[in-house]
């Protein structure tokens, strides 16, 4: 069985990373979707509220699970004896930093976990999470970013702010 990881900190899930998820799903047997738990990092959504919010988005995908992890991505890839990981590319921006990571991953594994990249689909080619964050933060229109049910999560999130 092939099987990958996305792993992200999805903070929230966008439309950009739901249209990954989905065109992963259809090329590897299983996909887990893996939250990273970086606590040094200021997070908008908890992992608990990162982790349900992946699951809703993808109830319709049979071989996708949704999981988190802490520590390094090698160990917890060897921990469920996975050697592919997915990530997405937006744009020439995102290649040098994606590009190390993936070679850093390689290296410390010993070539037991490769990297493979998608392009991310065009329409989704300016979204990230911190542009959401940024946006709702001013109260704007997210609609277009995230899907129907996270509008309203990321909203509750500003209020009074
Ligand atoms: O969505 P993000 O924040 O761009 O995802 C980055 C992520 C989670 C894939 C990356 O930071 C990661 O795998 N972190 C875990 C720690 C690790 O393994 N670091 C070694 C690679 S430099």
Excluded at 40 to 49: D, I, P, T
Excluded at 123 to 150: C, M, N, R, T, W
């Amino acid at each position: 069985m092939k099987s990958a990881i996305y792993p992200g900190s999805f903070d929230p899930m966008t439309l950009g990373h739901l249209d990954i998820i989905k065109r992963a799903s259809k090329m590897f047997d299983h996909l887990t979707v893996s939250v990273l738990d970086n606590k040094a990092k200021n997070a908008l959504f908890s992992v608990e509220e990162r982790v349900s919010i992946l699951k809703e988005a993808t109830k319709d995908l049979p071989n996708v699970s949704v999981d988190s992890f802490s520590g390094l991505l090698v160990d917890y890839a060897k921990q469920k004896d996975i050697h592919v990981s997915v990530r997405g590319l937006r744009a020439v921006t995102d290649f040098e930093y994606e590009l190390q990571i993936a070679q850093t991953n390689r290296k410390l594994s010993d070539g037991s976990l490769d990297t493979v990249f998608l392009t991310t689909s065009l329409e989704y080619a300016y979204l990230s999470s911190s542009s959401v964050k940024e946006i709702a933060a001013f109260h704007g229109d997210i609609s277009q970013l995230v899907p129907d049910f996270v509008v309203e999560l990321v909203h509750e999130k500003y209020i009074d702010k």
